[in-house]
């Protein structure tokens, strides 16, 4: 419960700061992209959608993506996503927590945009 609280207070910073934040404005006005994080037991989850200076989003693991950040469990995700520390991502992944499906260079382009409004 507690990730998918996070996650939806994710897509609203994100949404405020389409409003607010005219550099990241211009950083998401040319892509579409589906970026999707979730556990990896697909019980919780949340779909961002990027779609050319708009963002959207579904609740729920089972959808499409381009690419997907998959936790192993909600508590981990929770602990890292909160840190906002790059070294806390690393050592997940180093201890098999967290994995990337799909392109990665989404994932930078998504965590790069992230970087912008925190």
Known sequence: MILSILLFGLYVRLR???I?????RSYIGNIYLRVLIKTADDKRGRLL???KGKIRSRKGA???SDVALVWS???TAFRVM?????EAMFNAAARGKVKIEGMAYFLQWFNDG???IM
């Open 16 to 18: 405020i700061a389409v």
């Open 20 to 24: 607010t934040d005219k550099a990241f």
């Open 49 to 51: 959608i990027f779609d």
């Open 62 to 64: 089972l959808h499409e």
């Open 73 to 75: 469990d909600p508590l």
């Open 82 to 86: 909160i840190s906002m520390n790059e």
């Open 114 to 116: 992230m970087k912008l």
